[in-house]
């Protein structure tokens, strides 16, 4: 694996572009950092702190932090199908295979490729929020800091996943802008299975359960939006607005099932493929 790995970066290293992509992605998520600092005043009547409005307390910042950072995934996803272009466009695919690499190492190559740079965001997203919730939040016992720390492993299952799709778009047409557009399709796509159920079963609820069994929806649905939550802690007897934001096992396995998937078809499509 480390072979492989050590393999795919020294590609990336080597591409100008990527290195600037990848940099980016990395540091991006950490703007969370510069909006927990931001002070707005308001014609001098009130300055408003986002860091005092609470937002960044224990549990609660594990949620709003890998919401807005997985925004950035974009990115890397640039990377991810131009590995796949760049493959093709300069001919290393071929002389990779050439050289000894089997079709199923190549795949591999990118899947732990993919893996890896997961990890590492997942674990920089999560050093960050530990470091501003120490500076911020008001509780501090270990039992209400760690409590929603599963929502690092939403956020690694999410990376993952939606890479894992990036991949097999790449594969699939081989080159990176038009693979970038397939997301949009899949998107489109996505809503018209959501108005299908609905025009068949008749309840909205009904399709969106169907809605949340597609890649991108399900990819979302890992991490909910907590805007809701927020206003709730501010305005507890609010209770119209209460929902399901936690993180459940077989929404992973949804995602993981994808994945999973993903790879396999890439994995088809490159053995079938006449080089």
């Not at 949620?63 to 995934?73: E, L, M, P, Q, W």
């Not at 795949?107 to 470091?131: D, E, Q, R």
């Not at 038009?178 to 949009?184: H, K, N, S």
């Amino acid at each position: 694996m480390l072979r492989l790995i050590k393999l795919e970066l020294q590609k990336l290293w080597l591409n100008k572009v990527s290195r600037i992509l990848i940099f980016v992605s990395f540091i991006l998520p950490f703007t969370v950092l510069v909006l927990s600092s931001i002070k707005i005043n308001f014609f001098g009547f009130f300055t408003l702190e986002l860091g005092e409005l609470g937002i960044f307390n224990f549990p609660i910042i594990w949620h709003i932090t890998t919401f807005f950072a997985s925004y950035f995934k974009f990115f890397f996803a640039i990377v991810v199908v131009s590995m796949i272009g760049n493959e093709y466009s300069n001919k290393t695919l071929k002389q990779n295979l050439i050289d000894g690499l089997s079709k199923k190492e190549f795949i591999l190559s990118k899947f732990y490729t993919i893996i890896f740079f997961s990890a590492c965001a997942t674990v920089l997203i999560g050093l960050a929020t530990f470091l501003i919730g120490l500076y911020y939040s008001s509780y501090t016992e270990a039992s209400i800091i760690f409590r929603e720390i599963e929502f690092l492993l939403a956020y690694f299952v999410k990376l993952v996943g939606f890479f894992s799709l990036c991949l097999f778009f790449g594969m699939l047409v081989k080159r990176s802008a038009f693979a970038l557009g397939f997301l949009v399709i899949l998107y489109i796509f996505e809503w018209l299975v959501f108005w299908g159920a609905y025009e068949a079963f008749g309840s909205a609820d009904t399709a969106f359960k169907v809605k949340n069994f597609m890649p991108l929806e399900s990819m979302y649905k890992l991490i909910d939006q907590p805007a809701q939550r927020i206003v709730m802690t501010k305005f507890p007897e609010k209770g119209d607005l209460a929902y399901d934001y936690a993180l459940h096992w077989y929404e992973i396995a949804v995602v993981l099932g994808w994945t999973a998937l993903f790879i396999f078809l890439s994995y088809r499509l490159l053995k079938k493929r006449d080089l």
